[in-house]
RNA sequence: GGAGGGGUGGCAGAGUGGUCGAAUGCACUGGUCUUGAAAACCAGCGUCGGUUCACGCCGACCGCGGGUUCGAAUCCCGCCCCCUCCGCCA
């Protein structure tokens, strides 16, 4: 949610903004004109609630002295009448209001470069070099099952399309990218370990923005009002909804590997092949609280702990600032991490890694006390996939793949392999 | 799933229809005292919204949502969560 302030006070500017994501102009006077009503309203019934308050501290009075409240009592009646029929205005002026906030998606950064989509992203650097094959790269959909590790046509059988079975060193090489990362994380980086809840209540999701508008992406419950999380910065982000933390508890960092559920509606045709696009997936989320003057630092700090990742894996990537078009709801500025696919010549997101400053804070109410007293503030709150382990795993299949169709275990990962060099058709 | 108990300010914990936004203690902040600190004493100390240039004033909030009443933390109904016991289960 965008503070109401800047709405009231700015809201040209906050207008110009929202039209740089492909928002529709008017809301923002749409929210103009709702907040007036709901004001005006307010101030209406208020002035009635006094009034009863006062009547009623009267009544109490007489009451108590033994005199006859019945004309105080009969007046009340009248007050009584008016401020339940402006009550369901008031309540609708909110519901109105509230809705419409939700609908507005967080404000971009002064240095999101501006554009409509993914053309105007700016490349920020590119690390390492693709490799250089003496035979033609395969895709990971070939190499998996060609080395028995990755079951396409099962996955779809036990569940249905966009889910895969892995086997064996294929199983193997995911658990040992998981330990690796969250091992990074937690050791060098500075991150506290949270093994969350994989099934949220709407109110979580509400907080870090999926919902209302985004339903349609989710795995909901039958029944219920519970969903699968689509990442693990639902349940993580929320650890600190609705409450008010010391500011010397600053920065908060938790890393988090959890499955992740898409429904992805809608969004068949594309990516069809292989382990890209899955319904449920392995990732490993960075999270971070942050004081708002940090944030951006924090920002940059974040998206390197996940570019370590890459890095240590000797994986060639480069780094991408997405455009005020292509950025998701709640970011105000995002970097994609994307890694080289010899396989599908061509860069590939394995992380996005966003600072959503105070907009999940507002929606999720965290908020810290600063230390110099004062009213609490909202926290500012970003995340990032370090990485996102389906992909990790397709690239190091792609980059590391060999003529014979076998494929080396990258150095870092050896130990957490119990020492395989090389993963071959398994007999 | 069944039976019982309970959700009150940062924490603990009073309050069962009328100056209760809420006693008291702890914690915290400022002050007095002290060479300094501790102790003691004094004062302050919830959140959100509206309004005001400001001091302030007003409204709402005692798990959440309804209801009864002139008036609800307190009574009634529904829901959520926690605890204890039983059942079941990994």
């Known amino acids: 949610m965008l503070a109401r302030e800047l709405l009231r006070e700015q809201n040209e500017r906050v207008q110009e903004l929202l039209e740089t994501r492909g928002t529709p102009s008017e809301l923002a006077t749409n929210w103009l004109t709702l907040d007036r009503n709901r004001r005006d309203l307010l101030a209406e019934i208020e002035a ?26 009969a007046a009340m009646a009248e007050i009584k009448s008016s401020i339940a029929k ?25 240095s999101v470069p501006r554009g409509a989509d993914a ?24 190499l998996g099952p060609e080395l028995g590790i990755l079951d396409f046509e099962r996955g779809a059988k036990i569940a249905g399309a966009r889910f895969t079975a892995y086997f064996g060193l294929g199983a193997q090489l995911e658990r040992a990218l998981i330990n690796f990362m969250l091992d990074l994380h937690t050791a060098e980086h500075g991150y506290r370990e ?11 999701l509400v907080g870090t923005a999926q919902l209302p508008k985004f339903g349609e992406d989710l795995f909901k419950l039958e029944g219920t009002d519970y969903y699968l999380i689509p990442t693990a910065e639902v349940p993580v982000t929320n650890v600190h909804r609705e409450e008010i933390l010391d500011e010397a508890v600053f920065p908060v960092r ?16 594309k990516d069809v092949r292989g382990l890209i696009r899955q319904h449920q997936f392995n990732k490993v989320e960075l999270v971070q609280l942050s004081l708002p003057d940090s944030s951006y630092e924090a920002l940059e700090e974040l998206t390197g702990h996940a570019e370590e990742v890459l890095k240590q894996l000797e994986l060639p990537y480069r780094v991408v600032c997405l455009s005020t078009g292509d950025m998701g709801f709640g970011a105000a500025k995002t970097y994609d991490l994307e890694v080289w696919l010899p ?13 959503y400053e105070a907009f999940q804070a507002r929606r999720a109410s965290i908020r810290y006390r600063p230390s110099e007293g004062g009213k609490p503030r909202f926290a500012h709150t970003l995340n990032g996939s370090a990485l996102a382990v389906g992909r990790t795993l397709v690239a190091i299949l792609e980059n590391y793949q060999q003529e014979d169709g076998s494929v080396v275990v990258p150095e870092a990962l050896r130990s957490y392999m119990r020492g395989v060099e090389s993963i071959t058709v398994e007999t």
């Open 48 to 73: 009635l609630r006094r009034r009863r308050n006062e009547a009623s501290k009267e009544i109490g009075q007489l009451k108590k002295a033994g005199e006859d409240a019945g004309a105080p009592i």
């Open 343 to 355: 396989g599908q010549n061509a860069y590939r997101e394995i992380s996005s890694c966003s600072n």
């Open 194 to 204: 949270v093994l969350p809840p994989f099934i949220v209540n709407s109110n979580s």
């Open 254 to 269: 938790y890393v988090a590997c959890t499955p992740c559920f898409r429904a992805e509606a809608g969004s068949y045709g």
């Open 86 to 110: 402006i009550e369901s205005s008031v309540s609708q002026a909110d519901a109105d209001l509230r809705e419409l906030e939700l609908q507005l998606p967080n404000l971009p950064h002064e």
């Open 119 to 142: 053309t105007a992203n700016r490349l920020e650097r590119t690390i390492g070099e693709p490799p250089v094959f003496d035979f033609e790269p395969k895709a990971h959909w070939d």
